[in-house]
């Protein structure tokens, strides 16, 4: 599977739905990141202290933030996804982290009703329980400042709408990237 060939979602409904790589499962001590080269999931390093990811992680194909990197989405799912997995999912807010010297937006989605009824009510992160949120925030904060800076914060979580305005951005950001190739 070549994940540069993937669009950011189905073309008649985005970007009410994206797809979501999924890199690392829920529940994972083990970090996971698409080798895009091998075409694989690539075990990159084995957390030592007990940060289980509280969430599916992955990104959304086609997509180009400021920092460079896909645009990273968090997916609340009630199982583990495996690794390389593509996942329908709707947009529903956006964690705004920053640290000593960065700031970066991460999605967070469910997945679509198609792929799972349980989440169809879900439109936004007011419909889902505050425990997730929660635990996300807590990952986010301690993962980001291990790895980036002596501290990271949760500056604010954005809504659905936040989200799909988000996706839409990274996606034309990744456009005029792959257009100034040309």
């Not at 996971?32 to 959304?60: H, N, Q, T, W």
């Not at 997730?132 to 501290?151: H, N, P, T, Y």
Request: proline share 8%; aromatic share 8%.
């Amino acid at each position: 599977m070549h994940y540069a060939k993937i669009p950011p979602g189905p073309a008649d409904k985005f970007p009410n739905v994206v797809y979501v790589v999924v890199e690392t499962p829920k529940l994972s001590l083990n970090r996971y990141r698409i080798d895009e080269k091998r075409r694989m999931p690539l075990l990159v390093k084995v957390s030592y202290l007990s940060y289980a990811c509280p969430a599916d992680y992955g990104f959304v194909p086609q997509t180009l933030c400021e920092d460079g990197e896909k645009l990273r989405c968090f997916l609340l799912t009630l199982e583990p996804v495996v690794p390389g997995a593509l996942v329908p999912s709707k947009p529903a807010g956006v964690l705004n982290v920053r640290g000593e010297k960065f700031k970066k937006r991460l999605l967070l989605a469910v997945p679509s009703e198609e792929v799972d009824p349980r989440f169809a009510r879900v439109e936004s992160l007011v419909d889902v329980p505050s425990h997730f949120l929660a635990e996300i925030k807590a990952f986010a904060s301690q993962i980001d400042a291990r790895r980036f800076v002596k501290w990271a914060k949760i500056d604010a979580v954005d809504g659905c709408e936040d989200a799909k305005k988000l996706v839409l951005e990274a996606h034309r950001q990744y456009q005029r990237s792959v257009d100034a190739l040309d």
